[in-house]
């Protein structure tokens, strides 16, 4: 997902709490905000490593070591090494 859509989502749910006439419809928009968040810290980070970050630059913005950053982003390993994955298979196929 864009980072133009995900921010998107942010300022939709910071409008529906603004918004919001009871506890519960607050409580929906901060659920929501706090989710389009996540999202976008996500995408970030996955961004982050096809720039060239390493774990430690990614933990050290959350005071994280290496290991925790990876458990943190969790998503963002599996999702690359399913890529890295697809393309190996790819290249082994005949006439690829």
């Not at 706090?34 to 976008?40: P, S, V």
């Not at 961004?47 to 959350?62: L, P, Q, V």
């Amino acid at each position: 997902m864009a980072a133009k859509s995900l921010v998107k989502r942010i300022l939709a749910a910071l409008s529906a709490l603004d918004a919001a006439d009871g506890p519960i419809s607050r409580l929906d928009a901060a659920r929501r905000l706090r989710e389009a968040a996540e999202d976008l810290e996500t995408a970030q980070a996955g961004a982050a490593r096809k720039a060239g970050a390493t774990w430690n630059e990614i933990g050290a913005c959350y005071g994280l070591t290496k290991q925790g950053a990876q458990q943190r982003f969790r998503a963002v390993r599996n999702q690359a090494k399913a890529v890295a994955a697809a393309a190996g298979t790819k290249k082994a196929e005949p006439g690829a």
